[in-house]
């Protein structure tokens, strides 16, 4: 079992969250995320392999310059 490090509470199940990432008048949000999702106060935790997939693709849509962009995760990878 794994226990939720933020409530303490909670246990970590395989869910998806929503990432915003936030940086230069950019603002990116990838929806459908997979993730751990705590199943007391929805905190959560990225895989490592999908946290360096999230980056990447953030980088790729930063250099289309756009203000606003919503990424369906899950359609993109
Ligand atoms: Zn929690």
Redesign the pocket.
Known sequence: MNY?T??K??VMEKGTTTVTFDKDNMVIVFRHVPAQV?N??G?YTIEGDVAKALLQAAKEERAKGHELTVVNYQKAA
């Open positions: 939720c933020t409530c509470n909670g705590c007391v106060c905190d």
